[in-house]
């Protein structure tokens, strides 16, 4: 019989709190509404957010600069629970870092293709994991069978990084720009740029769509009654329901607020705005 690993039990629990902290309350009786609390300033290019292990920060990847460049500008902060700015450049070093994971000590980020490994406590980079043929690396997730997964918006993939290595977990091509990742118990949901929200099977790994029409999808989040939040990066918040249809619940476009990669924590909803580089948090309710 082969023994655990305790790599992957420790990713078993932090993937079985993550889901615990993913779902929202539910808008049983029609679309969610948002109030908005408050917005830290400051902040180059914000994609990611997550909270630390303890929930008492929160962690924000900055590209400052182009998604793809190669410049070393890229940076982490971390941010209070407040709005509080604690530390803009908390982790640096990073070229472009866009989706984050936590995992025991250590934060992984995604950095144009490579899965950086940042330690949670110092910020010091521990490795770079190449992704072999990767792209574009966009979000991470971690998962309590499948390892950390990383999508690539250029490459129609998603990566696996487990037992110390990076390869290619699913490629096919409805994956076509995908995005965003949440793992559920039964399934892997993904958000693609070419508007589409996918369901792919743990045991299978066969993929359904659940919905379309969603632009420039990004960030994702699951609500207790079956139905979903979807960013569009270029500014718009999308509900989808059950059986696939949306509605429009803000459009910030003309304002030129951009949703990237946003947090659901029970009623907290939180949204890294690539532009104008802030990081805003709603209380979402029914």
């Known amino acids: 019989m082969r023994k655990a690993d305790p790599a ?50 929160l962690y924000v990847s900055n590209v400052n600069g182009e998604g793809d460049a190669r410049d070393g500008n890229g940076f982490i902060a971390r941010v209070a629970l407040d709005g509080r700015l604690l ?4 982790a640096t070093g990073l070229d472009a870092p866009k989706g984050l994971a936590l995992v025991g000590n250590r934060l992984f980020v995604s950095d144009v293709t490579v899965l950086a490994e940042i330690d949670a406590t110092t910020g010091r980079l521990v490795a770079r994991h190449d992704a072999p043929g990767a792209g574009f690396l966009n979000d991470v997730v971690a998962t309590p069978g499948a390892g950390i997964l990383v999508s690539d918006s ?13 390869d290619v977990w699913l490629e096919h091509e409805l994956l076509q720009s995908a995005n965003g990742l949440l793992a559920q118990t039964d399934r892997l949901l993904v958000t693609t740029m070419r508007g589409r929200l996918l369901a792919v099977d743990w045991n299978t790994r066969e993929i359904r769509t659940l919905a379309q029409g969603l632009a420039d999808a990004d960030g994702i989040a699951a609500l207790d009654d079956g139905s979903f ?13 059950a059986d696939g249809t949306s509605s429009t619940l803000l459009d910030t476009r003309q304002e030129k607020r951009y949703w990237n990669d946003f947090l659901l924590r029970g ?13 805003s948090a709603y209380r979402i309710s029914q």
């Open 8 to 57: 992957m039990l420790g990713l078993a629990l932090i993937a079985a709190t993550l889901l615990a902290g993913c779902a929202g309350r539910a808008p049983s009786g029609g679309p969610p509404k948002l109030e908005a609390l408050w917005s830290t300033i400051g902040l180059a290019n914000p994609e990611s957010v997550v909270p630390d292990a303890t929930g008492r920060f």
């Open 87 to 90: 530390q803009r450049e908390w």
């Open 154 to 166: 250029a490459r129609s993939r998603i990566y696996a990084w487990r037992d110390g290595r990076m």
């Open 229 to 241: 939040l979807v960013s569009e990066w270029p500014g718009r918040l999308f509900h989808v329901r």
């Open 267 to 279: 009623d907290l909803l939180l949204v890294p705005n690539w532009e104008p580089g802030t990081l």
